[in-house]
């Protein structure tokens, strides 16, 4: 077997990058993406798949880590180093490490055999021979009891980040490489647009040209479901429910809640706005039939915010009842321009002078996280953290 990476020094490494010979340009890596996924050598350059460019990308940034990291690399990357290592071997030891985390997980070599799908003396053996390519004790075995030797403990604790990422790069990959066109569907809260939102997308399109953005604005409801049913990608919206587990639930920033408010009425005189001067105004909200009663307990319950309610389906709907003086609209301050023509916008405060503040995030399902959305996210938490 090929030594392993980190044991050859920095120069030994690049010039090996240099000088081995070329990869064939029909040689595949499908064993470990699933696609079809050409690797070129550095030396023959030819125009790179979205795929390729990926996996090159976020390869290179493991290439310094530990031998953990080098293993993967192996498998994924067999053009950086020894050329000579069979791709049975490469996924063997992936395997390995995979076997070895799950019985230090399950501490049991039995449960662990069960979650793997092999037999006990199979996983016995994967992990004996582990130890044997790394000429190290991982595990001190006791009759029927085990222990992590420092060794064992080291690679336990420094494997996990780093198999979880080659899965993220290895899924991202096939998703890239079996798009046949790339996309970004976000959806945001309806009248929660500003000019913060408007400069991440335009700043993002300009980086990402090769990606297809698309930008629809839903209510609360409906970015829960877009986003459940995989039909968002990405949700701009401030927090409503509970943080789930199964979502990346990233905070952007604390936003003030505004009222808009009819140029009309005696309050547009003011520079801000109690919650108790507005309980008697109606609370116009934007809503289905099916999604009313929902919208009516959270504004009621949870931000204090009016008595009488007053539903519309749109945005438009919601401004043009606004300049009418039917009542108020609550806006997040992102970046908002001028008092649009016959509105007043103002700060919303409560009895004790506090400002009533929005936790504005971003959410996506983690199965789904990809380079493109963590991009997106962090020009505009660039955007709204900036001055203004």
Known sequence: MARLFPVLPTWYRWWRMLTVPPLPLAAHCSCWTGTSLRLRHLKNWAPLTE???YAWRFGLELIHADFTVTTLILFAFPHIIEWNMREEEKETMLKQLKYFMSVADCNSFTEAAEQCF????AISQQISALEQDLGVLLIKRRKRKFSLTPAGEYLYHESRGLLEQAEAIRRETVRIGQDAELRLRIGYLEGYEGKKLQEAIYEFTAAYPE???SVTKYSHEDLYLKVSNDEIDLVLSYQRRAFQE???NYHLQYVPCLIEISAHNKLAQKTFAYVEEIKEIPCILIAKKEQRELE?????????????????ESADDARLSVIGNRGFLTVADIGLDNDPPG?????LLRGDHTPIELNYCAFWKKEKSNYYIEEFVSSIKNKMTEEK
């Open 343 to 347: 509105l007043k916008r103002l700060p």
């Open 296 to 312: 009516r307990i959270f504004y009621q319950n949870t931000l204090g915010i009016g008595r009488h309610f007053y539903f519309v």
């Open 211 to 213: 990606v297809v953005l």
């Open 246 to 248: 199964k979502y990346e």
């Open 118 to 121: 092999i037999s006990q003396s």
């Open 51 to 53: 795929a390729e460019t």
